[in-house]
């Protein structure tokens, strides 16, 4: 599938979830890192975990598709971390968003979260 469509989908899937992470809810910029950081009083370094991804709730490599209905949007963190060290399929997207919203109740889950800073406004 093309960048382009992948690129579409994830402005989608933004501005349907109204620019939150569809696994912690925070706020999640597109373009223009430094003026996200600044607009929510954040280091560029802790702002960069907040860059909104195309998320594949089934990924591709387990035959997910590069469809309205497959992709959401994602925090660059939540996404990495659904994927990490994983040879294998990765959580259930549901199952995983459970427990990321638990995490982030306990402040566990985001750098922002452990430094205090949620963006959740």
Not at 43 to 64: I, N, V
Not at 77 to 92: D, V
Request: aromatic share 8%; charged share 25%.
């Amino acid at each position: 599938m093309s960048s382009k469509r992948l690129r579409r989908l994830r402005q989608h899937a933004y501005e349907k979830q109204d620019g939150r992470c569809f696994y912690c809810s925070y706020l999640m910029w597109l373009t223009g890192s430094d003026d996200f950081a600044r607009s929510h009083r954040l280091p560029p370094r802790l702002a960069r975990y907040l860059q909104c991804t195309a998320e594949h709730l089934m990924a591709r490599r387990d035959d997910g598709s590069d469809t309205v209905t497959n992709v959401v949007a994602a925090c660059l963190w939540c996404n990495r971390m659904r994927h990490q060290g994983r040879a294998k399929k990765a959580p259930e997207a549901l199952i995983y968003k459970a427990q990321v919203s638990r995490l982030v109740a306990l402040r566990r889950w985001h750098p922002l979260a452990s430094s205090g800073r949620g963006v959740s406004v």
